[in-house]
């Protein structure tokens, strides 16, 4: 059973990749070698052991329908699988294996590994549309325009203005997001109640060799504190908003009436299955589709920060899932978006005729002063 009719409408196929469940389960699998080889570097266990575990997380076959039927009864993911590493091992081997871990270990782990490979799809796509819009706002940036507030006419604007006021937002966006990725996508190794035991006293030191194998910042565990996920998720939030910022404009500049701009032609999107005759902004749909559900998403990451004690009853629980949604919105808007922004049609007659019949003349003020401003901001 799959569920992409539902979710690739909104999303791309490298960030469900991301989040599917052999990737989750590899990453998972990568923990536990990690941790042995860690804890032999460190002498907590033998070398030997070490191997023979490692060669476990490599040859250990997982179906993952039958994983999900008992992660669904054990809670979670970790119980499962380690208990088929243990099944495939035996003597020493067996006990060394998970030893001074616990299953919120893999689990914020995993998610964090997930997060570093979905942040680079996103800005990938974040920073595909922030250049795009910066050639645009400059081409434009003495194109006499009606500005527009409150839904309507007001006085005139370069129409490079209001691109590049896209083109800060998402960008600031972008910037707000690698940073948070940067100081939180961390290692979590802390154990049954945050303390490391059972390490031997070598727990920094493992976590550190970790982190650098599974390509994650060193941290001290954080297995209470929920904030890094939480920024995490907001910033994912505030890019979906600012890209939906740009999508609703198009959206109304593309109106028949209007006619000032449209998304790019491509085939298969956009057309109607009752109206052969309309052209629908279908790009500006996904965004603002994503737009109207990531700040309930985000919410439910703040609601999670009050976490009981060690570890909390529900609340990290419910971040994993939200997280990826987040992730899969956020892609599904940024790629849908940069093909608009680097193929929009910009109509610059019916933008002159539009200003024409506002009859509120053809003063942009600073307009070309500000563009240059935003753009050279964006650029430095």
Do not use: Y
């Not at 992409?4 to 590899?26: G, I, N, S």
């Not at 600031?172 to 990725?181: E, F, I, P, T, Y």
């Not at 999508?247 to 000032?260: F, T």
């Not at 052969?276 to 996904?286: E, L």
């Amino acid at each position: 059973m799959t569920d992409l009719l539902r979710t690739r409408p909104a999303t791309t196929p490298a960030m469900l990749a991301v989040f599917d469940d052999d990737a989750t389960v590899a990453h998972a699998l990568a923990f536990e070698g990690a941790l042995a080889r860690a804890q032999a570097t460190e002498g907590v266990i033998s070398e030997e052991l070490a191997l023979a575990i490692v060669d476990a997380c490599i040859t250990t076959a997982i179906n993952t329908a039958e994983l999900a039927e008992e992660s669904a009864l054990a809670g979670t993911l970790a119980i499962p699988l380690v208990a088929r590493l243990r099944a495939a091992l035996s003597g020493d081997a067996r006990k060394a294996v998970h030893k001074g871990a616990t299953s919120q270990d893999i689990a914020d782990t995993v998610l964090m590994m997930q997060t570093r490979a979905a942040t680079e799809l996103v800005l990938t796509d974040l920073d595909r549309i922030a250049d795009a819009l910066g050639r645009l706002a400059l081409r434009h940036a003495d194109t006499p325009a009606v500005g527009r507030t409150l839904l309507q006419d007001a006085l005139p604007v370069a129409f490079g203005l209001r691109i590049a006021h896209w083109m800060i937002g998402i960008a600031d966006a972008a910037q707000r997001l690698r940073r948070d990725v940067e100081d939180h996508a961390r290692i979590q190794l802390g154990g049954a109640a945050g303390t490391r035991a059972g390490l031997d006293g070598a727990g920094p030191a493992i976590a550190s060799h970790m982190a650098n194998e599974l390509g994650l910042a060193v941290s001290e565990p954080w297995h209470a504190r929920r904030i890094g996920i939480a920024a995490i998720g907001t910033s994912l939030a505030i890019a979906i908003g600012a890209i939906g910022k740009m999508a609703r404009d198009v959206a109304l500049l593309s109106q028949n009436a209007v006619g000032e701009a449209r998304e790019p032609v491509v085939t298969g999107r956009g057309g109607s299955s009752a109206m052969a005759h309309k052209r629908n902004p279908t790009s500006c749909q996904i965004a603002l589709s994503a737009a109207l559900r990531a700040p309930g998403l985000a919410a439910t990451l703040l609601v999670g920060l009050p976490q009981e004690e060690e570890r909390g009853l529900g609340g990290w629980q419910a971040e994993g899932p939200v997280l990826a949604d987040l992730f899969l919105l956020a892609a599904g808007a940024a790629e849908a978006m940069a093909s608009v922004a680097e193929g929009l049609e910009i109509d610059d007659d019916a933008i002159a005729r539009n200003l024409r019949d506002a009859n509120i003349g053809t003063d942009i003020g600073e307009s070309a002063t500000i563009v240059a401003a935003l753009v050279s901001n964006l650029q430095g």
